[in-house]
């Protein structure tokens, strides 16, 4: 929920692994003079702000989609030539050792948890103990934030691949329509600088679950960031989803009640390791997380038990 890094090195790796993966010969000479070597560069490292002017040019070339698909994306028949489905995205998103892949980029960029729920893991893990089979054995789902099937030039794009979880990939997103210009985006935006979790009523009038919702409250003053962030709330159904997380802040209100000032500077004074990892390392393990805005995309749930945590006053 706070905004993705992506370092130059890894858009080149990922340029220079998967340029070669698009189909270019199904097109006509006309359509191939377009498709010139830096125009595939600018379409595969397009940044998220320039989506909207590359689109609108490459439609106006007036090239039949369907080609588009079979370059970009790849065939959907079953084949085993090089020229069938083993091309364009889907040859990305096989498994295969010797060659850039979907676990490649995911490894590379080390996203843990999804940026769009921050409620599950999205860790990648390979086996590469073997010297002569790597075993891939979970990666991140990879989220087409503009559809494939409607931008089939963006299929390879890196900056249109987000790491995320299967749920809000496949089961909550979907087919929904997105764009820069109605929703966040993970490589562009930061949730976190725009809302913050809050509960409907005071924690301290509240005993049960029943007895409040979870919310979001204002960060920013800034309209056309909240219209966005209210379209991402909606679209992957975020406060039903946190509703069912209760229980966390109501472990986070007992929690204040036992450990206060006084518990956390006897606990600091007496255990030598706190005291030299200091307070904030202390409080981050007695909430179950970091508590600090960086680390929110490390562990499931962080943004919530951090702005819980402030609203309790467990932290500052």
């Known amino acids: 929920m706070i905004k993705l890094e992506i370092s130059e090195d890894i858009v080149e790796t990922f340029y220079n692994g998967v340029k070669g993966y698009i189909r270019l010969d199904v097109f006509s000479k006309k359509d191939k003079a377009y498709f010139t070597p830096e125009k595939i560069k600018e379409i595969i490292t397009c940044e998220p702000r320039n989506f909207s002017a590359l689109s609108n040019e ?7 989609n369907h080609k588009m698909k079979l370059a970009f994306i790849g065939s959907q028949e079953k084949s085993k030539n090089k020229s069938g489905n083993f091309n364009g995205y889907n ?5 295969h050792e010797s060659e850039y892949r979907a676990y490649t980029l995911a490894e590379q960029l080390n996203i843990n948890v999804c940026p769009y729920c921050n409620k599950n893991y999205t860790y990648t893990v390979i086996d590469k103990s ?12 990879i989220d087409h934030f503009l559809p494939k099937e409607s931008y089939p030039y ?13 749920i809000c990939n ?40 029943t007895d409040f919702e979870i919310i979001f409250d204002d960060k920013s003053s800034d309209t ?9 709330i909606e679209d992957f159904v975020l406060l039903p989803q946190y509703n ?5 802040v109501l472990e986070l209100k007992e929690k204040q009640a036992l450990y206060n000032e006084a518990s956390i500077s006897n606990i600091l004074k007496d255990t030598e390791v706190f005291k030299i990892k200091g307070e904030a390392y202390l409080k981050g393990l007695i909430m179950g997380s970091s508590l600090e805005d960086k680390d929110i995309n490390k562990r499931p749930l962080s943004k919530l038990i951090k702005d819980i945590s402030k609203e309790l006053e467990l932290i500052k």
């Open 170 to 209: 496949r089961t909550i997103k979907g087919r929904k329509p997105f764009s820069t210009e109605t929703h966040l985006h993970p490589y562009m935006d930061s949730f976190n600088d725009i809302h913050k979790f809050s509960t409907s009523k005071p924690l301290s009038m509240c005993e049960r679950a």
């Open 154 to 166: 963006f299929a390879l794009s890196i900056y249109n691949l987000i790491p995320s979880c299967l």
């Open 224 to 232: 056309d960031l909240l219209a966005k962030a209210k379209k991402n």
């Open 91 to 95: 040859k990305f998103s096989s498994k």
């Open 58 to 64: 490459i439609k106006k070339q007036r090239i039949n």
């Open 244 to 248: 069912k997380h209760k229980d966390i």
């Open 130 to 141: 073997s010297k002569i089979k790597q075993k891939q054995y979970t990666r991140p789902d």
